[in-house]
């Protein structure tokens, strides 16, 4: 649990980092005169590039693991940081989106791959643990932009580069343990069951377009809040930069809280129910969401939130128990194509946005839920529980 709780607390930093960027937007689009397709095309750079890496990562490590390529991928990131507080012009505001694009490709798969070791039996505990420091993470990420970065501008992005140091300083020692059971490793994913059954290879390939069908609808609908919430609030009832970070804050911070139960429940319950109840249960809330006034628009946004956030941690135990042995690879698969996906539907939304309106691009993306329709056609791995006498 040490081990889990650290690699939590150092995925809060660094989501912490990343989640500045969006959350700095409208102050980017005002000082440099942006357009929404630019705007969007800032996360699209970043979110592609960790896409393509995450996967290379996590097959490589698979094969050679490299226990201290967290504190190097963290170091990547505070450079980035660096960089994006100095930026003066656009092109370089994409190259600090890279670098903390880079850093995050290497964090993400094999700090998965060291709390599924850790975790033991608890699989879905441990990365319900480990994702909800990051979504928290997230959450701050717009609070310390109204609170820190919006009044006293850009440059003062420097004084997070303390939460990056802090993050190189956890990694490394993450990385010590990590080094040291190394041999146990090994042994401990040999003594794992495998799921009650195993799927054919053919239900095996069709479970996992089904999951990235599934992706694609959570991330679709999620950057149209965490990355244009902000403008809707503004453009639709008036509201302040800073007062709509807060709100952003509030939606985050439900997505946070709603993490932490994805793992437990699909445990206990089995993590097909708890994915079906996670994407297509958000369906109602989003539908109603572009309908209604201010605050009930910052109500539905955290009821959102809490159900589809812990769709994540039960997708991602489900698939490495789809395709066992291969637990970097397959969290490195789900991470890039998360943020892959976040990458496209920010360009795609930001262009789409400049033409129709981002009223209208909520109203569209309020349908995205609907896809966990496609939950029903997911084998169930788990045994079903025996009747209590």
Request: no cysteine; aromatic share 10%.
């Given at each position: 649990?040490?081990?889990?709780?650290?690699?939590?607390?150092?995925?809060?930093?660094?989501?912490?980092?990343?989640?500045?960027?969006?959350?700095?937007?409208?102050?980017?689009?005002?000082?440099?005169?942006?357009?929404?397709?630019?705007?969007?095309?800032?996360?699209?750079?970043?979110?592609?590039?960790?896409?393509?890496?995450?996967?290379?990562?996590?097959?490589?490590?698979?094969?050679?693991?490299?226990?201290?390529?967290?504190?190097?991928?963290?170091?990547?990131?505070?450079?980035?940081?660096?960089?994006?507080?100095?930026?003066?012009?656009?092109?370089?505001?994409?190259?600090?989106?890279?670098?903390?694009?880079?850093?995050?490709?290497?964090?993400?798969?094999?700090?998965?791959?060291?709390?599924?070791?850790?975790?033991?039996?608890?699989?879905?505990?441990?990365?319900s643990l480990f994702q909800v420091g990051g979504n928290f993470g997230s959450s701050l990420g717009?609070?310390?932009?109204?609170?820190?970065?919006?009044?006293?501008?850009q440059r003062s992005i420097l004084w997070f580069t303390v939460a990056a140091t802090a993050g190189i300083y956890i990694l490394g020692r993450v990385g010590r343990w990590y080094q040291a059971h190394l041999d146990e490793r090994r042994t401990q994913s040999r003594s794992v069951p495998h799921p009650a059954w195993q799927p054919s290879r053919r239900q095996v390939v069709a479970s996992l377009a089904i999951l990235i069908a599934l992706i694609f609808s959570k991330y679709f609908y999620l950057v149209s809040l965490t990355n244009y919430y902000t403008f809707y609030l503004i453009d639709r009832f008036g509201v302040s930069v800073q007062g709509a970070q807060f709100y952003l804050f509030v939606f985050l911070f439900a997505v946070a809280a709603g993490t932490i139960?994805?793992?437990?429940?699909?445990?206990?319950?089995?993590?097909?129910?708890?994915?079906?109840?996670?994407?297509?249960?958000?369906?109602?809330?989003?539908?109603?969401?572009p309908h209604v006034g201010l605050a009930t628009t910052v109500a539905l946004s955290a009821v959102i939130g809490v159900v589809l956030a812990s769709a994540f941690s039960a997708i991602l135990v489900y698939a490495q128990e789809l395709v066992p042995g291969k637990v970097g690879l397959v969290a490195g698969l789900f991470f890039g194509v998360a943020f892959g996906v976040s990458g496209i539907a920010s360009a795609t939304l930001g262009r789409l946005a400049d033409h129709v309106g981002i009223g209208q691009v909520f109203y569209l993306c309020s349908f995205f839920p609907l896809i966990g329709l496609l939950t029903g056609f997911l084998p169930n791995l788990e045994k079903k529980p025996a009747p209590s006498a």
């Open positions: 649990m040490p081990v889990i709780w650290a690699l939590s607390l150092s995925h809060l930093l660094n989501d912490t980092i990343q989640a500045l960027l969006p959350s700095i937007y409208p102050l980017l689009k005002e000082s440099y005169g942006l357009s929404f397709t630019q705007i969007g095309f800032i996360t699209f750079t970043f979110q592609v590039v960790a896409s393509l890496l995450q996967p290379v990562v996590g097959g490589y490590t698979d094969r050679r693991p490299m226990p201290y390529s967290l504190a190097t991928g963290m170091a990547v990131t505070l450079i980035g940081l660096v960089l994006l507080s100095r930026a003066e012009t656009y092109p370089v505001i994409l190259v600090a989106a890279v670098l903390v694009g880079v850093g995050s490709s290497i964090f993400h798969p094999e700090a998965s791959r060291i709390a599924h070791l850790a975790a033991g039996r608890r699989r879905g505990l441990a990365q717009p609070l310390a932009a109204a609170l820190i970065i919006v009044p006293h501008g139960l994805g793992g437990p429940l699909g445990d206990r319950f089995g993590r097909k129910y708890v994915i079906w109840f996670s994407i297509l249960g958000a369906a109602p809330f989003a539908l109603i969401l």
